[in-house]
């Protein structure tokens, strides 16, 4: 059995409304135009999607952690001490 290409049905498609993880298609008659019935389903989430959202998260908690650190420690040092140590670990640089 070969899937249904959406370019195959988008002529009998009158309207899509998406809530959440909800989908409902209302369908129409090519020919007239007329609403014909509706269909309702739910959409998984795509796993490949929230993996990259959870570890951009992390990345930028960690990140937000080691720029505190580095911002009190540099805060403290002061001077040239505090500018070197704020470079490096703020700023990224080498």
């Not at 899509?16 to 019935?37: C, E, I, S, Y």
């Not at 040239?80 to 640089?93: D, E, L, M, Y």
């Amino acid at each position: 059995m070969n899937p249904i290409r959406y370019e195959v049905i988008a002529p009998n498609i009158a309207r899509v409304d998406v809530t959440g993880t909800q989908v409902q298609v209302t369908w129409k008659d090519p020919l007239t135009g007329g609403q014909v019935g509706q269909s309702m389903g739910y959409m998984a989430p795509d796993p490949s999607l929230g993996s990259r959202v959870q570890a951009s998260v992390k990345r930028n908690i960690v990140y937000e952690i080691v720029y505190g650190i580095a911002r009190f420690i540099a805060s403290r040092l002061g001077g040239t001490a505090g500018r070197i140590v704020s470079k490096r670990c703020v700023h990224g640089g080498g």
